[in-house]
């Protein structure tokens, strides 16, 4: 059983900064990209960013030069530095993994339970 446990959300003034972290746990064999993903009130969720294994990084286009994502292999924990935040980055935020839980069978899509980040102006 494969879980994504998110942390880190809250209610931050514009301009402040928050960090979410996602950790993976449970049955894994490896965990290709990581990403987050955020979902406003009457909204589409939408991708904002994603970190592959190696590294390689991108970021939906309203959040480029303010959100930062990282991860740490060894902790199987995938972050997202917030900075500089706006009203309209108000939405659940919801970790995403593609883990194989074992070498027999090809990678599948998990999902975090969503954190909430309120951006007051």
């Known amino acids: 059983q494969v879980q994504l446990v998110e942390s880190g959300g809250g209610l931050v003034q514009a301009g402040g900064s928050l960090r979410l972290s996602c950790a993976a746990s449970?049955?894994?064999?490896?965990?290709?990209?990581m990403g987050w993903y955020r979902q406003a009130l009457g909204k589409q969720r939408e991708l904002v960013a994603v970190?592959?294994?190696?590294?390689?990084?991108n970021y939906a286009d309203s959040v480029k030069g303010r959100f930062t994502i990282s991860r740490d292999n060894a902790k199987k924990t995938v972050y997202l530095q917030m900075n500089s935040l706006k009203p309209e980055d108000t939405a659940v935020y919801y970790c995403?993994?593609?883990?194989?839980?074992?070498?027999?069978?090809?990678?599948?899509?998990?999902w975090g339970q969503g954190t909430q980040v309120t951006v007051s102006s």
């Open positions: 449970g049955s894994i064999f490896s965990i290709n990209a």
């Open positions: 970190i592959t294994s190696g590294g390689s990084t």
């Open positions: 995403n993994a593609d883990i194989r839980p074992n070498p027999w069978t090809t990678g599948s899509r998990y």
